[in-house]
């Protein structure tokens, strides 16, 4: 089993910025990928962003591209989310995944984080 949990979120001006945080726990050897997914209210849980453990590639969804940042620290066990620039639309509660596989598709994901809410006013 992998527990992870998110903190970081909040409520912020548009414009803003805040960086989300993913502490992994338990068997995280059996991990490959991170992820970021968000839901908003009334809609799906879409993919943010992912990276691998290992090698520390990255992959975004088009709509955050060159606004977030997603990192990890090998030693801490700790993915992060650096959002910047954010719009009222990232309002979302962001979920912090694990899977044995680099996807964008929630099916891929064995473990998930209970959320962190991030607000974003106009």
């Known amino acids: 089993q992998v527990q992870l949990v998110e903190s970081g979120g909040g409520l912020v001006q548009a414009g803003g910025s805040l960086r989300l945080s993913c502490a992994a726990s338990?068997?995280?050897?059996?991990?490959?990928?991170m992820g970021w997914f968000r839901q908003a209210p009334g809609k799906e849980r879409e993919f943010v962003a992912r990276?691998?453990?290992?090698?520390?590639?990255?992959y975004y969804a088009d709509s955050v591209k060159g606004r977030f940042t997603i990192s990890r620290d090998n030693a801490k066990n700790t993915v992060y989310l650096q959002m910047n620039s954010l719009k009222p639309e990232d309002t979302a509660v962001y979920y912090c995944a694990a899977g044995g596989v680099t996807s964008v598709f929630r099916r891929d994901y064995d473990y998930w984080g209970q959320g962190t809410q991030v607000t974003v006013s106009s």
């Open positions: 990276i691998r453990w290992s090698s520390g590639s990255t």
């Open positions: 338990g068997r995280t050897f059996s991990t490959y990928a």
